[in-house]
Structures are given as structure tokens and as C-alpha cells.
T-cell receptor, first 114, second 113 residues
């Protein structure tokens, strides 16, 4: 069974541009989560999508947004990129909406903002 | 609000020695606790999960963790370290209905010959 996949592996942008990151969950999983792992800041929760709806978001500005498609894949968009957005962005999926369900992580997209 | 503290940002052990990585949590509700491992330039891999079924949880690669409510701890152990265990380890608590994982700062494990 395929795990969580993310694309692209690496993304290089300049300040002010927009970045789009993609995630495909494990087959059968309906919930998708996004986390940011920035140097010195640890792993921070960004967004949770389930059944096409945004269910929860972390303490990030509105220029971080996303969506979930009918096939449960998800997209994270970061507008007006700033240098501090440089980080590893991890996507995870879980089987259902239960908070206790295990989240399985993808390999991440490394975003570099120059 | 839930939180996680991992004591020791770096731990170094000899190959074959006991591995002990410490995690303390704070939670207003019965916690669901996780240990994940991250190898260089990779995502997170689940090692084990505590869901209140048993206080001693066995995971992959010979790791286990014991839930101690009185000490609010969930320390990760492995009897004998292997070179391939060198990685960063994260303890996390589930934030219940909000479905987010709250992670500790991580502990980088080095294993030397």
C-alpha cells in the first residue's frame, strides 16, 4: 500500500512569490494535515482538512491556505512568500476524523525562499 | 492545553548500550501519545502509540515506551542501540477534538561505535 506522497520534493521561490505544495493521502484516508518544520521552531500544526472542509488551522497568517479535493488529495498555498517561510512542509493523513487516529506522514516538501 | 517536553536535545550512546529518550506531557484529558522518528531528509515515521489499552507499548525496531500517569511521562527505550537508530525522535500528544499533534522539540540520537 502506497504511503502519503508529496510533490515537489524541493521548491525554490523568491520573496513575494506564491508556492503550491501537493499531497496525496493514503488510500482510504479522508483527513489530511499540514505541518511546518522550520529550523529552530520545531514542528508546528498548520491546517487540517476532512471531507473537503477546513476543520482547524494553526497560528499562521491567512496567506497560508489550502484545499482538499474530492479525491481527498490536498494542496497548500503560501502567498506573498517571506524568507521565514523556508521550511520542510509535511503532510499527514489519517483514516477518519477521530483525534486519536494515527497520522501517517509523507516525506515532505522543502521550500526555500530566496 | 496539551504540551510536550523532551528533556535533552542531544543524546549520545555507544552501540549496544541502552537508549533512553525522555518525554513529559501535560494534558487536561486522558492523553493519546506518540513517538515518531525522523531520519535525515525524510518525513516522520511512527514508532509507537499509546491509547490507554496498556501502559507498556511496544513499537517497531525494538523500541518501547511506558506510560506513567503519576509522573506524566512517556519515555522511549531500546535495550541495545544500533548504528541505524541514529535519527531525531519526536514525542507528540494529540490535541483531542482539534486533531492536531503537538510535538516536543525533538531529541537527536547519536550512536557511536
Amino acid at each position: 500500500e502506497a504511503g502519503v506522497t508529496q510533490s515537489p520534493t524541493h521548491l525554490i521561490k523568491t520573496r513575494g512569490q506564491q508556492a503550491t505544495l501537493r499531497c496525496s493521502p493514503i488510500s482510504g484516508h479522508t483527513s489530511v494535515y499540514w505541518y511546518q518544520q522550520a529550523l529552530g521552531l520545531g514542528l508546528q500544526f498548520l491546517l487540517w482538512y476532512d471531507e473537503g472542509e477546513e476543520r482547524n488551522r494553526g497560528n499562521f497568517p491567512p496567506r497560508f491556505s489550502g484545499r482538499q479535493f474530492p479525491n481527498y488529495s490536498s494542496e497548500l498555498n503560501v502567498n506573498a512568500l517571506e524568507l521565514e517561510d523556508s521550511a520542510l512542509y509535511l503532510c499527514a493523513s489519517s483514516l477518519a476524523r477521530e483525534g486519536t487516529d494515527t497520522q501517517y506522514f509523507g516525506p515532505g516538501t522543502r521550500l526555500t525562499v530566496l | 492545553a496539551q504540551s510536550v517536553t523532551q528533556l535533552g536535545s542531544h543524546v549520545s550512546v555507544s552501540e549496544g548500550a541502552l537508549v533512553l529518550l525522555r518525554c513529559n506531557y501535560s494534558s487536561s484529558v486522558p492523553p493519546y501519545l506518540f513517538w515518531y522518528v525522523q531520519y535525515p531528509n525524510q518525513g516522520l515515521q511512527l514508532l509507537l502509540k499509546y491509547t490507554s489499552a496498556a501502559t507498556l507499548v511496544k513499537g517497531i525496531n525494538g523500541f518501547e515506551a511506558e506510560f506513567k500517569k503519576s509522573e506524566t511521562s512517556f519515555h522511549l527505550t531500546k535495550p541495545s542501540a544500533h548504528m541505524s537508530d541514529a535519527a531525531e525522535y519526536f514525542c507528540a500528544v494529540s490535541d483531542g477534538g482539534y486533531n492536531k499533534l503537538i510535538f516536543g522539540a525533538g531529541t537527536r540520537l547519536a550512536v557511536h561505535p
